[in-house]
């Protein structure tokens, strides 16, 4: 089976865009995972999705939206793109999206903001 | 509310030598313990998770760790080391309760650095 694909790899934007990313969870797979990894403070959950529904979302304003497709395929939004949205955004997914599943991570994309 | 505190931000240890990263937890509900290794410019993958069962839990590459419940502990240990093991190491936990909605909870990592 092919793994968690994410695109782009790599992206520079300037303050003020918007950005979206895409994630493409392994075939069977209904639950897809967002995390945002910086230095800073490490790995934050972002929003989880399920059957094309967010069912959770974590600590992050709301310049940062999500949605999920019928086929699981997922993207994230971030509007407005500060500074401080610069790292790396990384999905997961996961097949039944219990709390047990093991939850498989694509490569992510590494967004800069300029 | 989870948090999990990994103790060491880096951990240098010669080749063929054990290595033990410390992981400790802290959370109002039960919850599932996992440990994932990050290989520069890639995605996390999976080492081992507990969810319930023994307390020694063995994963890939020839990690394991103990579930410590009265401690709150989960700590990765392996034997003897190799180079192709250095990387970043995250400790992380589910909220039982929740489900998998609230995603994993991670410390902060812990780079493990193999000398030759």
């Known amino acids: 089976k092919a793994g968690v694909t994410q695109t782009p790899r790599y992206l520079i934007k300037t303050r003020g865009q918007q950005v979206t990313l895409s994630c493409s969870p392994i075939?069977?797979?209904?639950?897809v995972s967002w995390y945002q990894q910086t230095p800073g403070q490490g790995l934050q959950f972002l929003f989880e999705?399920?059957?094309?529904?967010?069912?959770n979302k974590g600590n992050f304003p709301g310049r940062f939206s999500g949605r999920q497709f019928s086929n699981s395929r997922s993207e994230m939004n971030v509007s407005t793109l500060e500074l401080g949205d610069s790292a790396l955004y990384l999905c997961a997914s996961s097949s039944s999206g219990s709390s047990t599943d093991t939850q498989y991570f694509g490569p992510g994309t590494r967004l800069t903001v300029l | 509310a989870q948090s999990v505190t990994q103790l060491d931000s880096q951990v240098p240890v010669f080749e063929e030598a054990p290595v033990e990263l410390r992981c400790n937890y802290s959370s109002s509900v039960s919850v599932y313990l996992f440990w994932y290794v990050q290989y520069p410019n890639q995605g996390l993958q999976l080492l081992l998770k507990y969810l319930s069962g023994s307390t020694l839990v063995k994963g890939i590459n020839g990690f394991e760790a103990e579930f410590n419940k009265s401690q709150t502990s989960f700590h990765l240990r392996k034997p003897s080391v190799h180079i192709s093991d250095t990387a970043e190491y995250f400790c992380?936990?589910?909220?039982?309760?929740?489900?998998?909605?609230?995603?994993?909870?991670f410390g902060k990592g812990t780079h493990l650095i193999i000398q030759p």
């Open positions: 999705y399920f059957s094309e529904t967010q069912r």
């Open positions: 075939s069977g797979h209904r639950s």
């Open positions: 992380a936990v589910s909220d039982m309760v929740g489900g998998g909605a609230d995603g994993l909870t």
